[in-house]
T-cell receptor
Framework: ETGVTQTPRHLVMGMTNKKSLKCEQHLGHNAMYWYKQSAKKPLELMFVYSLEERVENNSVPSRFSPECPNSSHLFLHLHTLQPEDSALYLC???????????????FGPGTRLLVL | AQKVTQAQTEISVVEKEDVTLDCVYETRDTTYYLFWYKQPPSGELVFLIRRNSFDEQNEISGRYSWNFQKSTSSFNFTITASQVVDSAVYFCALRPGSARQLTFGSGTQLTVLP
């Protein structure tokens, strides 16, 4: 496979469930991102991992828990979500130099999440 | 603070018409990057172009062209001879210098009718 893949593509969960979203990048990049896209709102950056370390967390509630076990994989663990968390969750990856220079972010197809 | 404005929420054109999507940005950084992404109904954000703030040359790629004007802080995108497959939401985005965060506009829904 090429590019950035995400599974599952669709997910319906109750507020008491625990689920995980998975992202895998096949581009050899060293930085990965989670974005949230809600209806009628611009894309919001949630988390950034660079070289497997979390480098940004944009005030995301603790019911969202990211994990980056290696530079190719990124997870978003979900628990006790609220209906307002229903959205499209997009993963992206990019190459980041040691000096901090950023290259273009490439996105996956997203997971469309519905919380009931 | 960064801001990207896409004033056109929805545009509808008939196939073969030319269409221009507007993007106006705000930043205090002297070094920054501008992007356009396409989001078809499937949801994936498809990268179209990246420009840095020091390169104001316009770019053409097939039916796509981009007009970057620092004087008006605009980075407009034109599709020539539009096709039904061009129907999608198009996002303009800005990233300052070495920052990681992309600031996206709210997107323009383009519908190309047969």
């Amino acid at each position: 496979e090429t590019g950035v893949t995400q599974t599952p593509r669709h997910l319906v969960m109750g507020m008491t469930n625990k689920k995980s979203l998975k992202c895998e990048q096949h581009l050899g990049h060293n930085a990965m991102y989670w974005y949230k896209q809600s209806a009628k709102k611009p894309l919001e950056l949630m988390f950034v991992y660079s070289l497997e370390e979390r480098v940004e967390n944009n005030s995301v509630p603790s019911r969202f828990s990211p994990e980056c076990p290696n530079s190719s994989h990124l997870f978003l663990h979900l628990h006790t979500l609220q209906p307002e968390d229903s959205a499209l969750y997009l993963c992206a990856s990019s190459q980041e130099s040691l000096a901090g220079a950023q290259e273009t972010q490439y996105f996956g197809p997203g997971t469309r999440l519905l919380v009931l | 603070a960064q801001k990207v404005t896409q004033a056109q929420t929805e545009i509808s054109v008939v196939e073969k018409e030319d269409v221009t999507l507007d993007c106006v940005y705000e930043t205090r950084d002297t070094t920054y990057y501008l992007f356009w992404y396409k989001q078809p109904p499937s949801g994936e954000l498809v990268f179209l172009i990246r420009r840095n703030s020091f390169d104001e040359q316009n770019e053409i790629s097939g039916r796509y062209s981009w007009n970057f004007q620092k004087s008006t802080s605009s980075f407009n995108f034109t599709i020539t001879a539009s096709q039904v497959v061009d129907s999608a939401v198009y996002f303009c985005a800005l990233r300052p210098g070495s920052a990681r965060q992309l600031t996206f506009g709210s997107g323009t829904q383009l519908t190309v009718l047969p």
